[in-house]
């Protein structure tokens, strides 16, 4: 008989050790509702256990994307939207299968105290947004020799329009001297938190390490609302040891008036579409007139186009505070392109 050489020898180990660590995970996932695996899902188990044991420094690493990977998947798979969103985080943590217990548990947790499903997240933060992963291994990895510092400053953000705090997304990135953005480690140095899901909208506060940062603030009615939507702020901050850093910007509401009328003064049928000056691919407001309307104080780019001919007309206008800003679009007998 014709023997089997040592190479079949190791890979049969590493089937079998594969094997072992298969069936461990179910043992002590057994608190969890039963899940159908695939073929494939098995295959994958399978020899990613295997090929883990060959590299057992990337293994929490491999963990953590697969996880995050998952539950995206699952995201866009359940139409996740600004109604259902707690519905849909839940539903995918529960129905995850890449996603270690540990942190399935740490999620529900955090839900159950009641944290956003948002803010719930553990596989990039800890419960004060600081830089920790509840994925076995991953912290150690990152930050060797020691185990992560909470952090002990913040950015506290707020935004408000006509007065009212408004929801927003708020990112911070860490940055150099210069500038320059910081080389992403592998549990994410970039904080970010939003309260566009909330039934109350209160300052957001960013747990992170003293620094310097790109702190970028975007309205987070910018696809459902885009008339009330602010322009994104960006700029340089430095956080120090123990500080929390107070960042407020504040906008106005102004009142657009405009119609559309050929010389004689005879009213026009006619759309407009309004455009920050600033950011003229993006469309704020599409409309017919005549239009009455409130907007953010600022300067805006109108076109405006006759419905029966080819006419249209651009003009820039500035809506003010507390004002009211009128404007008449006249048409002559001549094509304007």
């Known amino acids: 008989m014709k023997r089997r050489g040592s190479g079949w020898t190791s890979w049969r180990t590493l089937f079998l050790t594969g094997m072992l660590i298969i069936l461990a995970g179910i043992s002590s996932a057994q608190a969890e509702p039963p899940t159908r695996l695939s073929p494939g899902d098995m295959l994958n188990g399978l020899f990613g256990s295997a090929m883990d044991l ?19 998947q699952c995201w ?47 596989l990039f933060s800890g419960r004060r947004g600081e830089e ?12 060797p020799g020691a185990k992560v510092k909470v952090n002990d400053s913040a950015i506290r953000v707020t935004v408000t329009i006509a007065g009212q705090i408004v929801g927003t997304e708020v990112r911070a990135v860490p940055v150099d001297e210069q500038g320059r953005e910081k080389k992403r480690t592998t549990s994410s140095p970039n904080y970010s938190k939003g309260n566009a899901y909330k039934t109350s909208f209160k300052p957001i506060l960013l747990y992170l390490p003293a620094g310097k940062y790109r702190l970028q603030v975007l309205s987070a009615d910018r696809f459902y609302h885009r008339d009330r939507a602010f322009p994104r702020q960006i700029e ?53 007139l005549p239009l009455d309307r409130s907007l953010l104080a600022g300067k805006y780019k109108l076109v405006v186009r006759e419905k029966k001919s080819r006419r249209l007309k651009t003009l820039e206008i500035e809506v003010k505070e507390g004002k009211v800003t009128t404007r008449s679009i006249i048409f002559d007998n001549k094509p304007i392109r």
């Open 76 to 122: 866009e798979s359940q139409g996740m939207n600004k109604s259902n969103v707690g519905q849909v985080y839940d539903l995918c943590w529960h129905e995850s299968k890449r996603c270690p217990k540990v942190c399935k548990d740490e999620y529900f947790k955090r839900r159950k105290s009641g944290m956003g499903a948002a803010a719930s997240e553990p």
């Open 236 to 288: 340089l901050v430095t956080v120090q040891a123990g500080q929390t850093l107070e960042k407020v910007y504040a906008f106005g509401m102004g009142r657009l008036l405009v119609k559309a009328q050929n010389q004689d003064g005879k009213p026009l049928s006619a759309t407009l579409e309004l455009k920050r000056v600033n950011r003229t691919d993006f469309v704020v407001l599409q409309a017919s």
């Open 132 to 143: 920790t992963s509840c994925v076995p291994g991953v912290d150690e990895l990152t930050n």
């Open 54 to 72: 060959l590299s057992p420094s990337s293994a929490p690493i491999k963990v953590q994307a697969e996880c995050s990977h998952e539950l995206e």
